[in-house]
């Protein structure tokens, strides 16, 4: 099965830290790009992929931020509408994202965007995740050319190594048979670090889904495994730790609030 919309992009993450100390690295996955209003198609139509069932690849709305009981779609419009975008005009949501393999998941970061009826972009949301289960959007509705672009206070947890007086520099070219995401981490006018994700598109179907299991096998296993192992080398190079705790009062907009900042302790 081969939809009009959604696809598979196969690409590169290049994460390149500047400061305190030098650390760089890259390695290849895939992302899957699903027409939100494609969903159950997608999971009536393909073997290898489900819509809130378990597959070897499947896609689960409680797995993004939740808004009440509504679906993946509704509950990002909820967030623009929040951060005070008009989403009446929205017809169309996308979003780039890991799906769930053999069960297990773990997005660092996945990005929706949002067109009108035209297939205009009217804006897009970066949806954060840490190791923690938190979870954050970013919505950006300021265009520059065929990208969208923010810098705003981080105020999450993401890695121990940085503190959260950051902020968050999102360049998102719009996708097309290319992609091109960075995200860069800035203190101040100084970068010091930056992230991108390149890649290519290609038809969704079974048979392209296979092929990425054995190209990219466990793909989110390995994710959260790499994640863990970069920590440890920079842990490893004398980077100073930065408590989760010791900064609640900037981890600010967090859904699924870990113990250590929610003021409802178990």
């Known amino acids: 099965m081969v939809t009009a919309k959604s696809a598979i992009y196969e690409c590169e993450v290049m994460h390149h830290r500047l400061s305190p100390k030098e650390h760089r690295f890259s390695y290849n996955l895939f992302y899957l790009w699903l027409d939100l209003d494609e969903l159950d198609a997608l999971s009536d139509g393909l073997r290898l992929f489900k819509r809130n069932r378990w ?29 005070g975008v008009d989403t009446s005009a929205i017809a169309k949501v996308r979003l780039l994202t890991f799906p769930r393999v053999l069960g297990y998941i773990f997005n ?34 300021q265009q520059e050319g065929d990208r969208f672009r923010l810098i705003t206070p981080k105020h999450f947890y993401v890695s121990p190594f940085f503190g959260l007086e950051l902020n968050f520099d999102f360049k998102l070219r719009l996708p097309t048979e290319r992609l091109e995401i960075h995200v860069d981490d800035r203190d101040g006018d100084e970068r010091v670090m930056l992230t991108s994700l390149t890649g290519k598109r290609r038809d969704l179907s079974d048979a392209a889904l296979l092929a990425c299991a054995f190209k990219y096998p466990l793909l989110t296993l390995r994710v959260i ?21 010791d900064q609640a009062e900037l981890q600010r907009g967090v859904y699924r609030p870990h113990r250590s900042i929610s003021p409802i302790k178990p």
């Open 108 to 141: 660092p970061v996945c990005f929706y965007y949002c067109f009108d009826a035209d297939e205009q972009p009217v804006c897009a949301v970066a949806e954060v995740t840490n190791t923690y289960h938190e979870q954050k959007p970013y919505v950006m509705t």
């Open 55 to 83: 597959a070897l690849f499947s896609f689960f709305d409680a797995d993004h931020i939740v808004k009440g009981q509504a679906g993946a779609r509704e509950n990002v419009l909820q967030v623009a509408r929040e951060a």
């Open 225 to 245: 495994f790499l994640i863990h192992w970069h920590a440890f080398r920079l842990w490893l190079k004398g980077l100073r730790v930065h408590r989760k705790a």
